[in-house]
């Protein structure tokens, strides 16, 4: 038995593979199963990884920490099954210009994630701490996931709520099972911003108890999770590749939108100076363009006497020409990279 992780550098766009080891036997799509880890940093993300593989390999964070910078996976057999489970960074802060960092980042670290589940993912897995209450800041990281992964990522999507320990003590819960039941009565309970993301979502949650105090619970929750997998109404399909890149569209929408109160600033300053480098450019080519014309007079008063002056006419025309398309397509190319560094 052995593990197989992967990390993709934040900063640098190449990727390093830790000791690798299998652990896995060739099987169907019903005898594996894939899972993809994403949300707010500091509710349990990573811990619910280990939870889900059993073994401690995720690293995990508190919220006011950078948290997870790699794409990490595991893959294992668990209750008979090959499951692999990729653990991805989480949301830290959801101001506008860390949305575009997070939407940018996204699009880098799914490719590595896809690599290593080349088939997609069964499910993707929301974690939310069950002790905390679900306000507007858990509600603006849902947006932003929606917004990287599209609408359709709630067809896929299962809440994983952590810290099952706390729940348990505050309803004085001691079976696994009885503890999972209860929990499932709970959400159908609930209101609010939780409330319609359980709906979204089609109440498909389960509770984890992240403490190696509860490792008997492991099982039970992993038994539920599966149960809940099979609700997801797209019949067996996974969230592919294809799924992700066909939002590609609202990414792109999503970041140009956030940035344009800095977009409109950068842009005056920019037009500002670009105005002032045509102008000095215009001013520079003022002489040129008056000796090109004075000369071009004088080759038509005394064309007639040097016929050799056509050549030199025909270059005075081009400069002219020339110079006037030089300012036009300088201008176009600052506009034109500017619009690419937005977009990329």
């Known amino acids: 038995m052995g593990q197989s992780q992967a ?7 190449n ?5 690798t080891k299998s652990g896995r036997t060739p099987g169907s799509s019903d005898s594996k199963m894939n899972y993809l880890l994403i949300g707010k940093a500091g509710n349990g993300k990573s811990s619910s990884g280990n939870a889900l593989v059993g073994e401690t390999v995720f690293r995990s964070f508190n919220a006011s920490t950078a948290g997870t910078k790699f ?10 099954k090959d499951v692999c489970v990729v653990d991805t960074p989480g949301i830290s802060d959801t101001e506008h210009q860390e949305d575009i960092k997070n939407a940018r980042f996204a699009r ?18 929301i974690a939310l701490n069950i002790t905390n209450r679900f306000s507007l800041e858990e509600q603006s990281v849902i947006k932003l996931l929606t917004d990287i992964f599209g609408e359709v990522m ?8 952590t810290r099952g320990d706390n729940f348990d003590s505050d309803h004085h819960l001691a079976d696994a099972d009885k503890s999972q039941a209860f ?3 709970w959400c159908k309970q609930q209101v609010g ?3 319609e993301l359980l709906k979204k979502c089609q109440y498909r949650a389960v509770l984890f108890h992240n403490t190696d105090t509860y490792k008997l619970h492991r099982d039970v929750e992993l038994l539920a999770l599966e149960n809940e997998v099979k609700k997801i109404p797209t019949k067996g399909s996974r969230y592919t590749e294809r799924i992700f890149q066909m939002n590609e569209h609202r990414r792109n929408h999503m970041i140009l939108n956030n940035y344009l109160p800095e977009l409109e600033k950068e842009i005056d300053e920019n037009l500002l100076s670009l105005k002032k480098e045509v102008q000095l450019i215009e001013s520079g080519g003022a002489t040129i363009t ?6 071009l007079e004088a080759i038509d008063k005394h064309g007639s006497k040097y016929p050799t002056l056509d050549t030199l006419k025909a270059a005075l025309g081009n400069l002219q020409h020339n110079f006037k398309l030089q300012t036009t397509n300088q201008a176009k190319f600052h506009l034109t990279t500017q619009i690419q560094e937005i977009i990329n």
């Open 7 to 13: 990390k993709y550098a934040e900063k640098e766009d």
């Open 154 to 161: 709630f067809d896929y999507t299962v809440l994983i709520f």
């Open 108 to 125: 880098k670290y799914m490719t590595k994630a896809f690599n290593v589940c080349q088939e997609g993912f069964d499910a993707l897995l």
């Open 183 to 185: 929990f499932k009565s």
């Open 15 to 19: 990727f390093s593979d830790g000791p």
């Open 290 to 295: 008056d000796k090109a014309k004075g000369a």
């Open 71 to 80: 794409v990490w996976s595991y893959k294992t057999k668990r209750l008979g």
């Open 193 to 195: 911003l939780l409330g």
